[in-house]
């Protein structure tokens, strides 16, 4: 799944949102606050529900123009990229990126698929929904 946006928002201020967020949800599941400096390589387990549970590492943290982590759950891996493009001092193109890679036998596999195709829509309309959010932030709406 990609999705390509332009906000007419800044750079910075749509990074510092959506660290926000990761900061707010390590500290949720560790009691931890990490700086952003040192965000990339960090690691902390997650329950996603009630028999569901996982690692989620970032990969790459890069004030103010990358966001990544990989989810890695018993049965799948989730690699996630933000890239926030400065077109000038108001506006960003943000492209998000997820990858799925499933861990379990063909069964597994072709069960992911199908759920990828139903649900892909609702994952795109979530997260554009989060771009909306933050731009109305930004502009007050």
């Known amino acids: 799944m990609e999705i ?8 910075q ?8 967020s990761g900061l707010y949800d390590v500290n949720k599941h560790t009691g931890k606050t ?7 390589g960090f690691e902390y387990s997650k329950s996603f529900g009630k028999n569901q549970a996982g690692r989620i590492k970032f ?9 990544a982590f990989t989810t890695t759950t018993n049965k799948n891996i989730y690699k996630t990229r933000w890239e926030l ?4 001092d108001k506006s960003t193109d943000v492209v998000i990126s997820e990858e799925m890679t499933s861990n379990a036998g063909m069964i597994q596999k072709f ?9 892909g829509r609702v994952k ?13 932030a930004y502009n007050g709406k």
């Open 13 to 20: 201020f749509i990074f510092e949102k959506i660290v926000e």
């Open 34 to 40: 990490p700086k952003i400096s040192s965000l990339t």
């Open 124 to 136: 795109k309309r979530q997260m554009l929904a989060i771009l909306n959010g933050i731009s109305q």
């Open 4 to 11: 390509v946006k332009t906000l007419d928002v800044p750079r």
């Open 111 to 119: 069960n992911d698929i199908i759920m990828s195709l139903i649900f």
């Open 85 to 88: 493009h400065k077109i000038d």
């Open 59 to 67: 990969d790459d943290v890069t004030e103010p123009s990358i966001y």
